[in-house]
């Protein structure tokens, strides 16, 4: 399994930005996945999942509703719709999969991970 991450940029805050991470294999409904990010200096964190059956998802309180997960099995793509993009939104996102699994916060739980996109939120 390979993801690709895209759709990352330069914006002004409250500004919207769509990030697509396209999941190659056959096997793309199976997946629960995730999206993380890490700024400078700081550590990997939590953003948001989506689970591989029941579509339930999940969502770190700095970014609960503002942003959105969603995924289309057809496209085998996850994508993280960010809206009122604030400053400290900047980071690299990561978008990461695990089979069979639940909207999961934990990364360790993720074995398959993206390249990462740059979102940069000015000022």
């Known amino acids: 399994v390979q993801l690709q991450a895209s759709g990352g940029g330069l914006v002004q805050a409250g500004d919207s930005l769509r990030l697509s991470c396209a999941v190659s294999?056959?096997?793309?409904?199976?997946?629960?996945l995730g999206w993380f990010r890490q700024a400078p200096g700081k550590e990997r964190e939590f953003v948001a999942a989506i689970g591989w059956v029941d579509g339930i998802t999940s969502y770190a309180d700095s970014v609960k509703g503002r942003f959105t997960i969603s995924r289309d099995n057809a496209k085998s793509t996850v994508y993280l719709q960010m809206n009122s993009l604030k400053p400290e939104d900047t980071a690299v996102y990561y978008c990461?999969?695990?089979?069979?699994?639940?909207?999961?916060?934990?990364?360790?739980?993720?074995?398959?991970w993206g390249q990462g996109t740059l979102v940069t939120v000015s000022s």
């Open positions: 294999g056959r096997t793309f409904n199976t997946y629960a």
């Open positions: 990461a999969a695990d089979q069979w699994g639940k909207a999961e916060t934990t990364m360790y739980k993720y074995e398959h």
